[in-house]
């Protein structure tokens, strides 16, 4: 993925994060990764510290779940990406660069762009505050406007709330699926995955 828009986006936020800056946040932000026009994009609500590539020191490519095996694992399950891949995965300590572009290699075949409504990330697993949320709408409405999917799966309820009260998404086919993991189900969000029409 090398969208010169997508790039400018994201180097624009790094900088101006006002909620960033006001906190403190050492944390990197943790932007959007995968095919241009892909079949599915894929939403989350917000990054958090167990994302290899938030924190400071770390110099490559920033996108949700680095280091996270059963998230992969979730969209193995789902038939999204490749079982093979997906659980070769190690541990988040043994993780390396080679992992990383094992799965951005997945999400390209097969055309999937991943991301998260919040771009912001956090040392604990709570929800963002709502005024970030709203706030970062706007990012996440530009994000899908260079994307330009097919299709739209919001990750949780409050995922699948904010994407169909709060964004315009020109009539763009938008799926509720369960959390993948942590708070979640994983074991029904592979089931919803794999009865998507664009697996038929």
């Known amino acids: ?113 991943l991301t998260n409504i919040v771009k912001c990330c956090y040392n604990h697993a709570n929800y963002p505050p709502r005024k970030v949320i709203e706030d970062q709408l706007r990012i996440l409405e530009e994000e899908v406007s260079i994307v330009k999917p097919k299709q739209i799966i919001a990750f949780g309820e409050l995922v699948f709330k904010t994407l169909t009260n709060k964004l315009p998404l020109l009539d763009m086919l938008v799926t509720r699926c369960y959390f993948p993991i942590g708070r979640g189900n994983p074991k029904k969000a592979a089931e919803v995955l794999r009865k998507l029409k664009w697996n038929k």
């Open 1 to 113: 993925m090398t969208n010169e828009k997508l790039r400018e986006l994201y180097k624009r936020m790094d900088v101006s994060c006002r909620f960033c800056k006001a906190s403190k946040n050492k944390l990197q932000h943790i932007y959007g990764f995968g095919a241009i026009k892909p079949r599915l994009m894929l939403i989350l609500v917000n990054p958090t510290y167990r994302n290899l590539s938030s924190a400071p020191d770390y110099n490559g490519p920033r996108f949700p779940f680095i280091g996270v095996r059963q998230f992969w694992r979730v969209l193995a399950d789902g038939r999204l990406i490749s079982k093979k891949v997906a659980y070769s995965l190690p541990l988040r300590s043994e993780w390396n660069r080679e992992h990383t572009e094992a799965v951005q290699k997945e999400l390209i075949k097969n055309r999937i762009f």
